[in-house]
C-alpha cells in the first residue's frame, strides 16, 4: 500500500480526538468504580489507587516504546496493535476474580492506550508546523474533553445499576468501535524517505540533553502530574468523606471538566496570537494559585464542601489546559524527524509523573483529607521551576542570539 506523505494529509480534528481519546476514556469511566472496588476486595486506598498508578506506568512504557515504532514502522499499525492491547485488557479485567487481576489488566488495557495517544500526537507533528500544532492540539483537546466530559457520570450509572465490572464490557465496546475506524479512515502520515537513522535509546538520550525539550516535557509533566492527583483523588474523597454518590460525583465532576474545556478553546485560539511563552506564563500563576488555595481552604476546615473542593480544582484544570498544548507541541518539535520518539518520551514522562502523584495522593488519604490538594499545589509547583529554571533561560539564551546575528 502506497503511503501519502504529510503535505498531502488533512486529518480532521474531531477524527485525531475520537482516536485519542481512548485511553481517557477508560480510566475516567473506572474513576467513580474505585470506592466499589476498594469495598469489593477489602484494600486500602493507597492499595485501590495502584488501579490508576500502575496502569499509568504501563502508559509510560507503553509510550517509550511505541513512539520510536511508530517511526520505525508507521502510525498506523501502531495505532492498530495498540488498540487490540486496549481490548483485550479490559476483557481481562472484566472476567478477572482476584484484585491483582484487576490489576494486571488495566495494565495491559493502558499500555494499548498508551500507544494510541502518543501515535496521534506524531501525526499531529507530521502534518503541521509547531506552532499551528499548538493550536491544533488546544483545538483537538476541547474535543477530547466531551469525553471525560460526560464518562464519570456514565461510570457512575453503570456502577449503581449494572456494577463496577460493567465498566470494562463498556470500554471493550468502545475500543472495538475506534479500531474499526483506525482501520477504515487513519491514513500513514510518517515520511517513508526519513526514517530513522539513530537508535531510539541515542534519539531519547539526545532529546534530554536538550534544554528546551526537558523544560517543556518536565512543565507538562508537573502540570499533568497536578490533575492527575485530583483525578486519582477526588472521587476517594467525594464520594468516601463527604459521601457523594458516584452519579452525584460523575455531576460536579463536570464542572472542572468545564473549566478545561473553556482553558483548551481557549488555547486553540490563542496560541498563535499571544505566543507559547505568554500562555504558559499565565496558566502557571493561575495554576500556583488555584492550588495553593486548594491547600489552605482544606487546612481551614478539614473536609470540604463540594463547592469548596472543587472551585479550586477548577483553577487548575482550566490553567492546565491553557498550558498544555503550547508545551506538548514544543516537546515533540524538538526532533521533528523523530516526532514518534519525542512524543514518546513526552509520554513517558507524563504518566510516570502522573502515576507517582497518583499513589502518592491514595497513601497520604489513607492519613489525611489534605493529600489531593498537597499533591496537586507542590506538582504545580513543580512546573512553575521547569518553567523557570530550564524554558525562560533556554528561549532567552536563543533571543539574545537571533539578536546578535
Known amino acids: 500500500m502506497r503511503r501519502v506523505t504529510p503535505a498531502q494529509v488533512r486529518i480532521p480534528?474531531?477524527?485525531?480526538?475520537?482516536i485519542s481519546s481512548v485511553g481517557a476514556f477508560g480510566t475516567h469511566l473506572l474513576l467513580p468504580a474505585l470506592p466499589a472496588i476498594r469495598d469489593e476486595f477489602g484494600v486500602t486506598s493507597g492499595q485501590v489507587q495502584l488501579v490508576v498508578s500502575l496502569s499509568l506506568l504501563a502508559l509510560a512504557a507503553g509510550a517509550l516504546l511505541n513512539g520510536p515504532l511508530s517511526d520505525r514502522f508507521g502510525r498506523r499499525p501502531v495505532a492498530l496493535a495498540g488498540l487490540g492491547l486496549y481490548v483485550l485488557g479490559s476483557l481481562m479485567a472484566w472476567s478477572a476474580e482476584p484484585f491483582v487481576g484487576v490489576l494486571a489488566g488495566r495494565i495491559v488495557q493502558a499500555v494499548g492506550g498508551g500507544a494510541v495517544i502518543t501515535v496521534i500526537r506524531a501525526v499531529i507533528r507530521d502534518v503541521y508546523d509547531r506552532d499551528t500544532a499548538a493550536s491544533i492540539f488546544g483545538y483537538m483537546a476541547a474535543f477530547v474533553l466531551l469525553v471525560p466530559l460526560l464518562v464519570p457520570l456514565l461510570g457512575g450509572l453503570v456502577v449503581e445499576?449494572?456494577?463496577?465490572?460493567?465498566?470494562?464490557?463498556?470500554?471493550?465496546?468502545?475500543?472495538?468501535?475506534?479500531?474499526v475506524f483506525v482501520w477504515l479512515r487513519l491514513p500513514e502520515t510518517r515520511n517513508p524517505v526519513a526514517g530513522p537513522t539513530d537508535t531510539a535509546g541515542g534519539v531519547m538520550f539526545s532529546l534530554l540533553r536538550r534544554r528546551l525539550f526537558l523544560g517543556y516535557?518536565?512543565?507538562?509533566?508537573f502540570s499533568m502530574a497536578?490533575?492527575?492527583a485530583f483525578i486519582a483523588g477526588a472521587p476517594l474523597l467525594l464520594i468516601g468523606s463527604v459521601g457523594l454518590s458516584p452519579s452525584e460525583y460523575g455531576v460536579w465532576y463536570m464542572l472542572t471538566a468545564g473549566a478545561s474545556l473553556t482553558g483548551f478553546a481557549l488555547a486553540g485560539r490563542l496560541s498563535r496570537r499571544a505566543g507559547i511563552a505568554r500562555m504558559l506564563q499565565v496558566g502557571l500563576v493561575i495554576s500556583v494559585t488555584a492550588t495553593l488555595l486548594l491547600v489552605a481552604v482544606q487546612a481551614s476546615?478539614?473536609?470540604?464542601?463540594?463547592?469548596?473542593?472543587?472551585?479550586?480544582?477548577?483553577?487548575h484544570t482550566f490553567a492546565n489546559a491553557l498550558m498544555a498544548p503550547s508545551a506538548t507541541s514544543s516537546a515533540v518539535g524538538e526532533r521533528p524527524d523523530q516526532a514518534g520518539a519525542a512524543a514518546g518520551l513526552?509520554?513517558?514522562?507524563?504518566?510516570?509523573?502522573?502515576?507517582?502523584?497518583?499513589?502518592?495522593t491514595g497513601v497520604l488519604q489513607d492519613h489525611t483529607e489534605l493529600g489531593v490538594a498537597l499533591v496537586m499545589a507542590g506538582a504545580s509547583l513543580g512546573a512553575a521551576a521547569a518553567y523557570l529554571g530550564l524554558i525562560r533561560p533556554a528561549t532567552a539564551g536563543q533571543a539574545d542570539a537571533g539578536q546578535a546575528q
Open 13 to 18: 480534528v474531531p477524527a485525531l480526538a475520537l
Open 161 to 179: 445499576h449494572l456494577g463496577w465490572r460493567s465498566n470494562f464490557l463498556v470500554a471493550v465496546a468502545v475500543g472495538v468501535t475506534v479500531a
Open 226 to 228: 497536578a490533575l492527575q
Open 301 to 315: 476546615v478539614g473536609v470540604p464542601t463540594p463547592l469548596a473542593f472543587i472551585l479550586p480544582a477548577m483553577g
Open 346 to 360: 513526552l509520554g513517558f514522562l507524563q504518566f510516570l509523573f502522573a502515576a507517582g502523584a497518583a499513589q502518592l
Open 217 to 221: 516535557a518536565l512543565n507538562y509533566a
